[in-house]
């Protein structure tokens, strides 16, 4: 049974910082991908970033350049600083296993059924 467990998030101030963790268990970590999803009141939810088992990152068009993903792999963790941000990644945001694409990662390709147990990002003044 795949677990995944978030930590961090909280309240920021737009153009602040935030960091999130997705700790993973039942599963080698290594041998997949994860990414982070966000939805937000009255949204669908939305592919944020993800990175492969090869540490090659992807981020959406809308976090690029702000968010910065990584993962360590002897702690089953992946990381994702959250900077620069705005009010619109408000959203509560939740990790899972992702399909990898030719050595990157996929976040239209769901690996597993188990998700985090979503952590809530707040921006505001």
């Known amino acids: 049974q795949w677990e995944f467990v978030q930590s961090g998030g909280g ?9 999130l963790s997705c700790t993973a ?4 970590l290594d041998s997949y991908s994860i990414g982070w999803f966000r939805q937000a009141p009255g949204k669908l939810r939305e592919g944020v970033a993800c990175i492969s ?5 992807y981020y959406a068009d809308s976090v ?10 002897a702690k089953s963790t ?18 899972t296993a992702v399909g990898p694409l030719d050595g990157l990662c996929d ?9 985090g147990q979503g952590t809530q990002i707040t921006v505001s003044t």
Not at 53 to 57: D, K, R, S
Not at 107 to 115: H, I, K, N, P, T
């Open 11 to 19: 309240l920021a101030q737009p153009g602040g910082s935030l960091r």
């Open 25 to 28: 268990s039942g599963i080698s």
């Open 107 to 115: 976040l239209r390709e769901l690996r597993s059924d188990s998700w």
């Open 64 to 73: 690029k350049g702000r968010f910065t993903m990584s993962r360590d792999n």
């Open 53 to 57: 088992n090869m540490h090659n990152p």
């Open 78 to 95: 992946v990381y994702l600083p959250l900077d620069s941000l705005k009010p619109e990644d408000a959203a509560v945001y939740f990790c």
